[in-house]
């Protein structure tokens, strides 16, 4: 398998084995299923990396981070579990597995595994979301909008919708569910490296709320703020963001 292959399927299977742990674990109190997601997936993806590209360094949430990623030219961004409250309840399917490869400074390959909804985006090609006629419908967080969401809801007349992870929200952007993802609550470069590698290879804008590049495999990995959009919604996103 190339690389996006890679990404694809180790996102895909990852997917496969949370499915099991939920179904395994549909009685047991959500921490231990959250808990478990985390530990299974994780393991599953590091095994998995080890034997098919023992040369490459990983990063991920759930493990310790290794300081020989810094000085390595590729380097696989995963979060094993993406959205853990959403996999915690029994009827959500707004949670995602995330692979991304980073190399000799850029994202390369990702893959967002949906794996409630059957469903997986990868690199290197990826279908433009079509264009919306109504008003441009902007996700946030399930908790509490970001200020930040609420200036470029007011600015673009748009409308503020609810949903879990991260992953989940990038497709959505990419599948033409919804127009625009605005996050400035923090994050880590695992939260976003494989959804903005998917955004990229749809066409879609992607950038720091105040329109910098978004840069991964650093040696601290917070990025905590992060746009993704239709291109057309870039320039006002931005400006309502300053």
Sequence with gaps: MNDHELAAHLATEAGRLLLEVRAELSDAPAAERKAQGDR???????????????????????????????????VWIVDPLDG??????LDRDDWAVHVALWERGDLVAGAVALPGQGLTIATP?????SAHAGAPRILVSRTRPPAAAVRVRD????????????????????????????HAGGQYEWDSAAPVAVA?????????IDGTPLRYNRADPLL???????????????????
Excluded: I
């Excluded at 090609?125 to 979301?129: D, H, M, N, S």
């Excluded at 409308?159 to 990038?170: R, Y």
């Excluded at 990229?200 to 720091?208: C, E, Q």
């Design 155 to 182: 600015a673009l007349g748009g409308d503020l919708v609810e949903m879990g992870s991260a992953g989940a929200k990038v497709a959505a952007v990419v599948q033409g569910r919804a127009e625009v993802y605005v």
């Design 84 to 89: 853990t409250r959403e996999f915690s309840e």
């Design 224 to 242: 905590p703020d992060v746009v993704v959009c239709q291109p057309q919604f870039a320039a006002a996103v931005l400006e309502a963001l300053q």
């Design 200 to 208: 990229r290879a749809a066409g879609l804008h992607t950038s720091r």
């Design 40 to 74: 299974r997936s994780h393991n599953f993806l590091m095994a998995q990396l080890a034997a098919s590209r023992p040369a490459d360094a990983v990063l991920s949430e759930e493990g310790v981070d290794n300081p020989v990623r810094l000085t390595a030219e590729r």
């Design 125 to 129: 090609e990826v279908r433009a979301p």
